[in-house]
């Protein structure tokens, strides 16, 4: 009789862990693990706002996406680290740059809320080589 109603009461408590949805996780950081072990991926809650990066399998980010008080930002990142690309907005602007393996910046894009629009291109000393000329209407 005894074993009749622990099988009872399982079964009971099966059908009540089946029927449970969460609705909600909260934690301040998630991670991503590989078969490995290795942290692979991290969605946290950092002191300047919410972050998600992706590693390499040796820990390297490459590809971080945050939103600090000033706004949103993209990166990209080589196999060593180095940002290579990086997208970004703040109330007072959007901008695009890119650089070189040594992380000079080689071609940024930039546009004030004004709607002014700036495209530069510098050489490997960080030397403006060319900027779009600005079209005006008459």
């Known amino acids: 009789m005894a074993k009749k109603n ?3 009461r399982v079964a009971s408590l099966e059908r009540q862990i089946a029927d449970i949805r969460v609705r909600a996780v909260e934690a301040s950081e998630f991670r991503l693990v590989d078969k490995a ?3 692979r991926g991290v969605l ?3 002191r300047s706002g919410p972050r998600l990066a992706l590693m390499h399998e040796d820990g390297t980010v490459s590809l971080e996406v945050a939103l600090a008080d000033d706004g949103p930002s993209i990166r990209l990142a080589d196999e060593s680290s180095r940002t290579r690309v990086f997208v970004g907005a703040t ?3 959007a901008r695009i740059g890119l650089a070189d393996a040594e992380k ?3 071609i940024f ?3 004030k809320n ?3 629009p700036v495209i530069a291109v510098y050489d490997g000393k960080q030397k403006r080589v060319w900027e779009a000329a600005r079209a005006t209407r008459g």
């Open 37 to 39: 072990g290795r942290v």
């Open 91 to 93: 109330r007072n602007e």
């Open 6 to 8: 622990l099988s009872n």
């Open 104 to 106: 000079k910046p080689r």
């Open 109 to 111: 894009l930039n546009v």
């Open 114 to 116: 004004s709607g002014k």
């Open 44 to 46: 946290e809650m950092s």
